[in-house]
C-alpha cells in the first residue's frame, strides 16, 4: 500500500527567507504526486503535480518540487516566503483504490511566517 | 482546475437530527466525487468515493448508513449525516477528480452537532 510521510509538523521561517518542506512516499509503481495547501478553515488548493518527465516542477505561488527516485522524495521549495503562505501544507500521492483514483495523503506540515 | 462549491459552510444542529452537505461541481461533469473528514490539526480522512449513478464505495470503519451519499447527477453530490451526534461535530471537505489523479477540493463545511 502507499504512504506519504512528512516528517516535519511545523516549521517556522522568517519572510523573505527561503522555504524547503519534505515528502517521502512509498509506492510501488512510477508515483503521481501532488502537493497542496490548506489555509485555516479553507479547502485545499493545488499548488504542483508530477506525473512523470522533468523531474522539477513549477506550480503556483512561486512554489517549485523536485521529484527524486532514488530518495523517494518530492520536497516543496520556496526561494523567498511570503507572510502568505503561512498555512497548513499537505503531500501526497496518487493510487489505485476500491473503485477510483484516490490520493493518500500525508499528516501535514504547518507553515509559520514571521515578519 | 474544477471549481467546487460546498453548502453550508458552517452548520449547528441539535443531536439527534440530520444535515446534508451539498457539494456542486460548478464547470466540470465529475464522474467522481470524494468525501473527506479533517479532524483539528490533522489529515484528511477519505471517508468515501461518491460515482455519478451508482452506490458510494465507502472506506473501512465508515458507516454508510450514518453518512449517507448520493450523487445524482454529473454536478451534485450530497453528504448526509443521520442522526447526528457530538462526535460528528467536524469539518468535512468534498474533491471533484478530474483527469488521472487531480482533485480539486471545495471550501469545506464545518459541522458542530450540539
Known amino acids: 500500500a502507499q504512504s506519504v510521510t512528512q516528517p516535519d509538523i511545523h516549521i517556522t521561517v522568517s519572510e523573505g527567507a527561503s522555504l524547503e518542506l519534505r515528502c517521502n512516499y512509498s509506492?510501488?509503481?512510477?508515483?503521481?504526486l501532488f502537493w497542496y495547501v490548506q489555509s485555516p478553515g479553507q479547502g485545499l488548493q493545488l499548488l504542483l503535480k508530477?506525473?512523470?518527465?522533468?523531474?522539477l516542477v513549477q506550480g503556483i505561488k512561486g512554489f517549485e518540487a523536485e521529484f527524486k527516485r532514488s530518495q523517494s522524495s518530492f520536497n516543496l521549495r520556496k526561494p523567498s516566503v511570503h507572510w502568505s503562505d503561512a498555512a497548513e501544507y499537505f503531500c501526497?500521492?496518487?493510487?489505485?483504490?476500491?473503485?477510483?483514483?484516490?490520493?493518500?495523503f500525508g499528516s501535514g506540515t504547518q507553515l509559520t511566517v514571521l515578519p | 482546475g474544477a471549481v467546487v462549491s460546498q453548502h453550508p459552510s458552517r452548520v449547528i444542529c441539535k443531536s439527534g437530527t440530520s444535515v446534508k452537505i451539498e457539494c456542486r461541481s460548478l464547470?466540470?461533469?465529475?464522474?467522481?466525487m470524494f468525501w473527506y473528514r479533517q479532524f483539528p490539526k490533522k489529515s484528511l480522512m477519505l471517508m468515501a468515493t461518491?460515482?455519478?449513478?451508482?452506490?458510494?464505495?465507502?472506506e473501512q470503519g465508515v458507516e454508510k448508513d450514518k453518512f449517507l451519499i448520493n450523487h445524482a447527477s454529473l454536478t451534485l453530490s450530497t453528504l448526509t449525516v443521520t442522526s447526528a451526534h457530538p462526535e460528528d461535530s467536524s469539518f468535512y471537505i468534498c474533491?471533484?477528480?478530474?483527469?488521472?489523479?487531480?482533485?480539486?477540493f471545495g471550501p469545506g463545511t464545518r459541522l458542530t452537532v450540539t
Open positions: 509506492y510501488g509503481a512510477t508515483p503521481y
Open positions: 474533491s471533484v477528480l478530474q483527469g488521472a489523479y487531480e482533485q480539486y
Open positions: 464547470d466540470f461533469q465529475a464522474t467522481t
Open positions: 461518491s460515482n455519478e449513478g451508482s452506490k458510494a464505495t465507502y
Open positions: 508530477y506525473f512523470s518527465g522533468d523531474t
Open positions: 501526497a500521492v496518487g493510487a489505485l483504490g476500491g473503485s477510483a483514483r484516490q490520493l493518500t
